[in-house]
């Protein structure tokens, strides 16, 4: 079974009512929920557990990791940060979750600033499919609405995505690339947009198949795991002296 380990920054749950109402098991809660629903084993860490819940053996026993932080990217410690990095590039795969746009594991990983245009107007989100042969597009169809989400807009400062999977239309007239697949090393990334902490956005059926269908196609490593370093050749080298002359 994919193990999936779900992180949270888990603040504003704790300190905003309005958020706490809309998340009452936390947005870790509910994310958990679906993906326990659609057959994962699923775990839950969090910010303010010791190394923010992601230790080498939590990861060692990760097949995907999802991210959603938003106001305290800063607090995530630089060695956790390189810890995670060094995992994906191993085959874990990540699944960066609405703000996560700003964690310092998204941008090391982009090499970007990953900045965009934002509006929290409580808006009218369209998710369109434009990659339908995609695994994360399975039983989207043509996509699917949102009816209320706060706005983000382009141009979204990412390194032009291996696959484009989504495109979100806004009721304020805004585009964005909402589903955006990368390749980093083994591990695959997928940066998916929606998901604002006052909106019951990870409740939603066509988000939690969206998130379901990423881990599934994340679980799976790029490949074998390669040998790097020193080597001996291959075959015997013969020593040849180089003449100054020629
Ligand atoms: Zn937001």
Known sequence: MTRVTIW??????????????????????????????????VGVATLDEPEHGLT?????????????????????????????????LDGMGLIVLHSG??????????????????????????????????????????????????MYGEHFDVPAPDRLVLVSWFEGGEVFRSGCCYERGRGRIFYFRPGHETHPTYFH?????????????????????????NRQPLEPLSIRSIDATD
Not at 10 to 20: M, P
Not at 26 to 31: E, R, Y
Not at 62 to 86: N, S
Not at 119 to 129: D, L, P, S, T
Request: hydrophobic share 40%.
């Open 8 to 41: 949270n920054e888990y603040r504003q749950e704790r300190t905003d009512a309005a958020v706490g109402a809309t998340y009452p098991d936390g947005i870790h809660g509910a994310v958990a929920a679906g993906l326990r629903d659609a057959g994962f084993d």
């Open 101 to 150: 746009h700003h964690s310092k594991i998204f941008r090391r990983l982009m090499g970007t600033s990953c900045d965009l245009k934002w509006r929290e107007a409580g808006e009218r989100e369209r998710i369109w499919v434009v990659d339908p042969a995609h695994p994360i597009a399975e039983g989207l169809g043509d996509g699917f609405a949102i009816e209320e989400e706060e």
């Open 205 to 229: 059926p066509g988000v939690r198949r969206v998130i379901a269908n990423a881990a599934r196609w994340a679980s799976q490593p790029m490949g074998a795991r390669p040998e790097r370093g």
């Open 56 to 88: 080498d053996a939590v990861l060692a026993a990760t097949d995907v990791l999802t991210w959603w932080g938003h106001a305290a990217h800063p607090e995530v410690a630089d060695d956790v940060v390189e810890r995670v990095q060094r995992r994906v």
